[in-house]
């Protein structure tokens, strides 16, 4: 191999290796099984164009014909079949169209068989025909790639804007598959321009899934966290509520009663949380919501259970106390963090001023001889109570604490 033509490869597989990168952190990050998949199948056709590109072979010359073949041949169609799949995995058109379906099905459990009967040939006419089970290898990749350019010409079709960015990726493989395996099969006769548009396609087609993998992956997890699908969670503030948050208090009360200690519930009722809708526009309260939610656990710490019992009510569980005094300190910092006036955003692009309106309850009860889903209720009853008092009396002040 010629200098340049190596320097051409190594580029690639520098490529190759930064894009693996960007692979590994997303699978670091965000820990799904989609990322994971998009890892595995980097790594799978990666290591199958490194091959192909000759690159192994002339850094070590030492390595065995036979199963060099083998992974050169079938690792082809076996990528294919990856593509196929991770694609009708990624565009989720599957379901929708019948035609996709039986694409990616059919096409990727016959791009296997045909990965696994090169691998046989491979081990029977290694030394003869070599170049003719390569040809072969070609050919099913072509037909792969044909494939997958039609069902992302397809998702395209159906609506997918990202399946439009996915067909250029699809371009890119064809043209990278199509230099590699000429390289292959005439190594003598190189020519640098069509290496060169090789190593760079190969790169942009792997760059483009990667990127696209993660922002797919991305929309999904917000979409999840919207529907409030997976943990139960509050879109706007991350906060546990319904059956989640009651389970939650359960768990501290349980602790708390094998410790044999008290167990706090501290209710807090935001009565004026819709009061700027009007003037700075109706998503305003998903603001107010992230930020009380953000100095609620800034004023009790991580180690206490915090939740959203309803939009206007927020709930805290300090369990395993060992003194009242404890409690009564929490609701006084809780108290002074939530009172601050808040900055928000409205929706006409002018900065409004939120200046919280809430009263809070307290009751402190033996954990193991009360039911958990009570005492919340009775802790909202004196948050609500204190409110009326507050209406009602000459106390000005934004927070009004009632305790038991």
């Not at 890892?39 to 390595?63: E, I, Q």
């Not at 230099?179 to 792997?206: C, E, K, P």
């Not at 915090?306 to 910092?333: D, I, M, T, W």
């Amino acid at each position: 191999m010629k200098t340049l033509e190596l320097v051409v490869w190594s580029v690639m597989l520098g490529g190759l290796l930064a894009i693996g990168t960007m692979a590994v952190m997303d699978v670091l990050f965000s820990r799904s099984l989609e990322a994971w998949r998009a890892l595995v199948f980097m790594s799978v056709t990666g290591f199958s164009c490194v091959l192909l590109s000759g690159l192994p072979g002339d850094l070590f010359p030492g390595l065995p014909l036979v199963p060099v073949l083998i992974l050169k041949a079938s690792l082809g169609p076996l990528s294919g079949a990856m593509v196929l799949t991770y694609l009708g995995q990624w565009l989720g058109v599957a379901a929708e169209d019948r035609m996709v379906h039986h694409t990616i099905t059919w096409g990727s459990l016959a791009l296997v068989a045909t990965a696994i009967l090169i691998a046989i040939l491979c081990t029977l006419f290694a030394d003869k025909q070599s170049d003719e089970i390569l040809l072969l290898a070609a050919a099913v990749n072509a037909l792969a790639v044909l494939l997958a350019t039609f069902t992302a010409a397809r998702a395209a079709q159906l609506g997918d804007k990202m399946a439009r960015t996915m067909v250029m990726a699809c371009l890119f493989l064809a043209i990278s598959m199509a230099g590699l395996y000429t390289h292959q099969l005439s190594r003598d006769n190189g020519n640098l321009a069509l290496w060169i548009a090789t190593s760079f396609s190969t790169v942009a087609f792997f760059l483009v899934m990667v990127l696209l993998g993660i922002r797919r992956n991305r929309q999904l997890r917000r979409l999840e966290h919207l529907a409030g699908l997976s943990q139960g969670t509050d879109p706007a503030t991350g906060l546990p509520r319904g059956a989640l948050l009651l389970s939650k208090v359960d768990d501290a009360f349980w602790r708390s009663a094998r410790l044999k200690s008290s167990c706090t519930v501290i209710c807090l009722h935001l009565r004026n949380l819709y009061d700027l809708s009007e003037e700075a526009g109706n998503s305003v309260d998903q603001q107010i919501l992230s930020a009380m939610a953000a100095r609620m656990r800034r004023a009790v710490g991580f180690r206490c259970v915090v939740g959203l019992y309803h939009p206007r009510c927020f709930v805290v569980v300090l369990s395993a106390l060992s003194q009242a005094k404890a409690s009564h300190n929490v609701s006084e910092r809780l108290c002074t963090l939530m009172s601050k006036p808040l900055e928000i955003s409205g929706q006409d692009g002018f900065m409004h001023v939120f200046d919280p309106q809430f009263s809070v309850g307290t009751v402190t009860v033996t954990a193991a001889d009360a039911i958990p889903s009570r005492v919340i209720d009775e802790a909202e009853q004196q948050a609500l109570a204190s409110a009326r008092e507050q209406r009602g009396g000459l106390d000005t002040t934004r927070g009004a604490l009632a305790t038991r």
